[in-house]
């Protein structure tokens, strides 16, 4: 079976989580910034695109080299064994992207990149006229970054933080990926209690059932690979029976999600039952302030307002401060928040046993954790 050269993009401050990922897999990989590289087979396109929790997407390396000139990018390009991917009737779009290099017209770029790879596969299948590419889709990128271009084919179509349970969001959802991430980060295991009280749309804490009962996050979704004659649909039902046989249906969750807009708890709610965990995750309406708790050893993760946008500013270090006094006595739970507030730690009134920087879209935020007591040790 063919191997190909295979890289898992990731936002920023994920890489380290990506490739944990990558290699509980059982692959071997490199971590730059915004990518893990590997390699493998087409069931381990399948199994990454299944899988990758905290991954953007899953490209296939075609080449990587120098290019200073059009020529030389060019005729790179048209080196590339191109015929091992496309097949005659494939679509082809090619897009951009330059960085700190001498070829600065994406434009040009895409251009050249795609006039080469019809000039190779015109030789291959031995055509004199222009492809109808009505065929399997192949997205092609190629990217310079200093004068190196790397040109891949995406293996995932939409972004991997699409798993196809979000019937609808709020205004300011948390990607997928990005709340699946917070749950890795965190102390949490399935026989612990799990509280979110700013679930939104209820990202987090369905996140946290797939990671609880060990559910592929791809597993109710397609991939534009899974069109390709490259990867047999065979592979593809024997990624899928691996993660079915997987998965743990029958480990019990306590996992909670609570907003104060009754809007976001009834999307929550709706989001849940899309991903086959409406009877595992609960929801209610509840401000923070009237959290209260009946078990100990848990964990809260939340993602609350920022005060980024005018006015709001005051109402949320108000609600901060509140959160700290109300969360001041479950010291047997651990407590984690993402926000942007730089003065998060002294208005929560305690300051973080450990941060982490993380970026919520664009904006840059920190990750503060705030460890509980350890359970006493079982005799």
């Known amino acids: 079976m063919k191997t190909f050269d295979l890289i898992a993009t990731s936002a920023m401050g994920l890489e380290a989580l990506v490739a944990k990922e990558v290699r509980d897999l059982g692959y071997e990989c490199t971590v730059e910034n915004g990518r893990i590289s590997y390699k493998g087979d087409g069931l381990a396109i399948a199994r990454s695109n299944l899988w990758l929790r905290t991954a953007d997407r899953i490209k296939i390396k075609v080449g990587e080299f120098r290019a200073t000139s059009f020529d030389e990018l060019f005729e790179k390009t048209k080196a590339l064994d191109w015929e091992q991917y496309l097949p005659e009737d494939a679509e082809f779009p090619?897009?951009?992207?330059s960085v700190k290099s001498k070829l600065f017209s994406v434009s040009d770029c895409q251009a050249i990149v795609k006039k080469a790879i019809v000039d190779r596969l015109k030789r291959h299948y031995k055509r004199t006229t222009w492809f109808e590419e009505n065929g399997p889709k192949f997205k092609i990128e190629v990217a310079l970054l200093k004068d190196i271009a790397t040109?891949?084919?995406?293996?995932?179509?939409?972004?991997?933080?699409?798993?196809?349970?979000?019937a609808d969001q709020g205004e300011a959802p948390l990607k997928e990926t990005l709340a699946a991430a917070l749950v890795m980060l965190t102390n949490w295991t399935p026989d612990k209690p799990l509280i979110d009280p700013f679930c939104g749309s209820g990202t987090i804490p369905i996140e946290a059932a797939l990671i609880g009962q060990n559910i592929a996050p791809g597993f109710n979704r397609e991939f534009v690979s899974e069109t390709w004659p490259l990867i047999s649909g065979e592979l593809w039902d024997q990624a899928r029976n691996e993660a079915e046989d997987l998965a743990k249906y029958d480990q019990p969750l306590d996992i909670t999600g609570s907003d104060i807009d009754h809007r976001m708890v009834k999307m929550a709610e709706e989001n849940a039952f899309e991903a086959g965990l409406g009877?595992?995750?609960?929801f209610k309406q509840m401000r923070v302030q009237d959290l209260t708790v009946k078990q100990d050893y848990g964990v809260i993760i939340g993602n609350p307002?920022?005060?980024?946008?005018?006015?709001?500013?005051?109402?949320?270090?108000?609600?901060y401060r509140e959160m700290g006094q109300v969360f001041a006595g479950l010291d047997t739970w651990s407590i984690y928040i993402l926000t942007s507030h730089p003065e998060f730690e002294s208005l929560f009134g305690k300051p973080a046993t450990k941060k982490r920087k993380l970026f919520n879209g664009f904006i840059r935020t920190d990750f503060y954790q705030y460890w509980g007591k350890r359970p006493p040790r079982q005799n």
């Open 94 to 97: 090619v897009t951009g992207k």
């Open 151 to 166: 040109i891949t084919i995406d293996a995932s179509g939409v972004g991997l933080h699409k798993r196809g349970y979000r």
């Open 279 to 282: 009877d595992l995750v609960s």
């Open 305 to 319: 307002p920022y005060g980024e946008r005018l006015g709001e500013k005051q109402a949320v270090e108000k609600m």
